[in-house]
């Protein structure tokens, strides 16, 4: 299992952009799957069924070991490739895309529609989203009211992720800390309350945090 690890956001989306007349729009999905890819796939061929292409590439699996681009009657090695190569620069895994064209009647030439289904499927990623899924221990950890705005405060303020704060007899924060950190996790909560916070130890599992998707 991965320490951590980027994908896509887990709902799709799409962005359109219009390049020399020709509407380019990339969708974009969170897949686990090859069938799950391709039944994406071919549920985008038949909502734009008439397109002039749609073209698709996917990566999946934990060392990448599925990848599959498609040209979809575009020239060979001009739209399927470019979509992929962009994933991958991008370090994304789990996540398969379809750009749409609808040809504007001017021929863009192989470099142009590298270009073209390159920055679609960019664009595409940045209006979707990234998140970096990293393993965390959840930690369940309680204080008296007086400790709250301390806490909150210091907690807000860490690389932890404070999932929920339960307002019961005490405060509960459920926390998440990086996997192999949890006993300097455990130490710091410890010096913090002088000793007097309850920490119980959670499940592991992954929590998505919002990257910025920049490289072209």
């Known amino acids: 299992m991965l320490s951590s690890y980027f994908t896509v956001n887990q709902d799709s989306g799409s962005h359109e ?62 739209a399927g490739v470019p979509i992929l ?35 679609s499927t960019t664009e595409a990623l940045k209006a979707v989203g990234i998140v970096k899924r990293q393993l965390m221990k959840g930690f369940s950890v309680t204080v008296d009211y007086s400790l709250l705005g301390k806490f909150e405060n210091e907690l807000r303020n860490s690389e932890h992720i404070v999932e929920t704060i339960n307002y019961l007899e005490n405060v509960e924060f459920i926390v998440y800390v990086e996997a192999g950190t949890e006993n300097n996790f455990e130490e710091w909560i410890i010096n913090l309350s002088n000793a007097k916070a309850t920490v119980l130890p959670l499940e592991v599992k992954y929590i998505e945090i919002p990257v910025e998707s920049t490289k072209e």
């Open 85 to 119: 190569e962009v994933l991958k620069k991008q370090h994304l895994k789990d996540t398969a895309v379809v750009v749409t064209r609808y040809f504007g009647g001017i021929k863009l030439g192989a470099g142009g529609l590298i270009r073209a289904y390159g920055s």
């Open 17 to 78: 952009i219009v390049i020399q007349k020709s509407r380019f729009i990339g969708t974009i999905k969170r897949v686990e799957s090859e069938t799950e890819a391709q039944q994406f796939i071919q549920g985008m061929k038949k909502k734009y069924h008439d397109a002039t292409h749609n073209c698709s590439a996917y990566i999946i699996g934990e060392h990448d070991q599925i990848q599959k681009a498609n040209d979809d009657g575009e020239p060979s090695g001009t």
